[in-house]
């Protein structure tokens, strides 16, 4: 599969969970967290932090909150600005051809 086949794939699937009001990504965010609070303990709030796959945004949100400099990689330009539209962290989203 080719990066414009992938790139179309991945709109179409962001497109039908954000437009379609569920989410793909909502059964992650519990382990998502549990994960979070485990290891964030080992970080310097200060650091830089990428995300590759940065599906609905909700790690970003998490790691921008407690004070991380984010940058949020994905191959969904659809996605990504979706994400810029509706977070306040709109900075720290990019969309890279992968």
Do not use: P
Request: with cysteine; hydrophobic share 35%.
């Amino acid at each position: 599969m080719n990066s414009n086949n992938r790139e179309s794939l991945y709109d179409y699937l962001a497109r039908l969970n954000i437009e379609g009001k569920r989410t793909i990504w909502a059964k992650n965010r519990a382990k998502i967290n549990s994960i979070y609070l485990k290891t964030r303990k080992y970080f310097n709030s200060a650091a830089n932090v990428c995300e590759v796959g940065i599906g609905e945004g909700y790690l970003l949100r998490l790691l921008h909150r407690d004070g991380f400099k984010v940058t949020g990689v994905d191959i969904s330009r659809y996605l990504v600005n979706e994400l810029k539209k509706k977070f306040d962290i709109i900075s720290y989203i990019i969309q890279k051809n992968l």
